[in-house]
């Protein structure tokens, strides 16, 4: 999963989007757990994404794009009364809006509005956005199982971001 081809090719999908000023403020933005930053999260469901894809045979590039964009809501939910059930049901609009200055296909637009299927609606219209959306509930799960950093998500997925 990790191997340098991969990796490049991952690198080649994102273009540099993961250095976009508007991607990097998710770095500021806790997720999950403590120590994991909604950028952090964001990234390894991209790559959890492509990885899944490529191997389907489906539209890796779209999954990685909008796998990092899922979850570009810039809200720091602590600073608001919205309850976590309402952030669960509205997050994936309010990325959607965020992410469409990137110019998004109607697939990665389709990945990023309907990730947190089933919890809300409508359904996904494309293999990838069912990808996508399970590869971020896998993410979620390792980040609070606290294996992000067991597993070494962290220094694979610096490997990938580091400017060259």
């Not at 979620?140 to 490997?159: D, I, P, Q, W």
Request: positive net charge; charged residues 20%; contains cysteine.
């Amino acid at each position: 999963m990790w191997r340098e081809k991969n990796r490049a090719l991952y690198a080649q999908c994102l273009q540099g989007l993961e250095h976009d000023p508007l991607v990097v403020q998710m770095r500021a933005i806790p997720q999950h757990v403590k120590g994991v930053s909604c950028y952090d999260h964001c990234l390894f469901v991209s790559y959890l994404g492509f990885t899944f894809c490529r191997l389907l045979g489906l539209d890796y590039r779209a999954a990685a794009r909008a796998g990092l964009l899922h979850d570009l809501y810039l809200q720091h939910w602590e600073e608001t009364d919205v309850g976590r059930w309402q952030r669960l049901v509205i997050h994936p609009q309010l990325a959607l809006e965020n992410a469409r200055t990137f110019g998004l296909s109607l697939r990665e637009e389709d990945i990023i509005g309907t990730h947190m299927w089933p919890l809300t609606h409508p359904r996904p219209g494309y293999a990838e956005s069912y990808v996508v959306s399970m590869a971020d509930k896998l993410a979620a799960t390792l980040e609070m199982l606290h294996l992000f950093a067991a597993l070494g998500v962290r220094r694979n997925l610096a490997l990938i971001t580091r400017r060259r």
